[in-house]
């Protein structure tokens, strides 16, 4: 099955851009959904489909893609983004299948 | 309001068996997928595996196929997740989500993503 690598852990300054990486081959072929988990409670949907957000998502979210890595970047980063953001994406070896990736830590200083 | 309402915490020991419940609301539940989504104390998300309601077809993850079960029942939109023997292992919370697949605005590409979750079940197994 496919993998999709994360950074573990990056930290931002307030009102400062950061960008979250997301690697796998399976990105060549399938695009990127991108979830925000606080602790304690349920993941978000914050990004898919390359640079869409849903409704209620703020447009300091966005996203890109290219080649085997995709990405998320908040532009502009608040107090309340710290969090953990997972990727995700279907399977290229499967593509019944999905996987996440391994998740990286957003601290905002 | 659209939304996916899980059923409460649960304590069990190993060997025991489980079903927990995913029951949604506020849309027709047999157009989309529910995935399941597994999440171990301290680690990532785990993707499971999924069910179309209008038909049952599972999916399930080489991690976890033959280990759990997932299944829906459309009568009364709900889906669920079963274990026929615990494990101290499968100490963990356990998400379902609305899996979506959307077609892009060129109508050239598949979206797919999970845009409703619940708010998850823990589930403990003591050995």
């Known amino acids: 099955s496919s993998e999709l690598t994360q950074d573990p852990a990056v930290s931002v300054a307030l009102g400062q851009t950061v960008t979250i990486t997301c690697q796998g081959d399976?990105?060549?072929?399938?695009?990127a959904s991108w979830y925000q988990q606080k602790p304690g409670q349920a993941p978000v949907l914050v990004i898919y489909g390359i640079n869409n957000r849903p409704s209620g998502i703020p447009d300091r979210f966005s996203g890109s893609s290219s080649g085997n890595t995709a990405s998320l970047t908040i532009t502009g980063a608040q107090a309340e983004d710290e969090a953990d953001y997972y990727c995700n994406s279907r399977d290229s070896s499967d593509n019944h299948l999905y996987v996440f990736g391994t998740g990286t830590k957003v601290t905002v200083l | 309001e659209v939304q996916l309402v899980q059923s409460g915490t649960e304590v069990k020991r190993s060997g025991e068996s489980l079903t927990i419940s995913c029951k949604g609301s506020g849309y027709s539940f047999t157009n989309y997928w529910i995935t399941w989504v597994r999440q171990m104390p301290g680690k990532g998300l785990e993707w499971m595996g999924k069910i179309d309601p209008s038909d049952s077809y599972t999916t399930y993850s080489p991690s976890f196929q033959g280990h759990v079960t997932i299944s829906a029942d459309r009568s009364i939109s709900s889906a669920y997740l079963q274990w026929s023997s615990l494990k101290a292992s499968d100490t963990a919370i356990y998400y379902c989500a609305r899996h979506v697949r959307k077609t892009s605005s060129s109508n050239y590409y598949y979206y797919y993503f999970m845009d409703v979750w619940g708010k998850g079940t823990t589930v403990t197994v003591s050995s």
């Open positions: 399976t990105l060549r072929s399938y695009f």
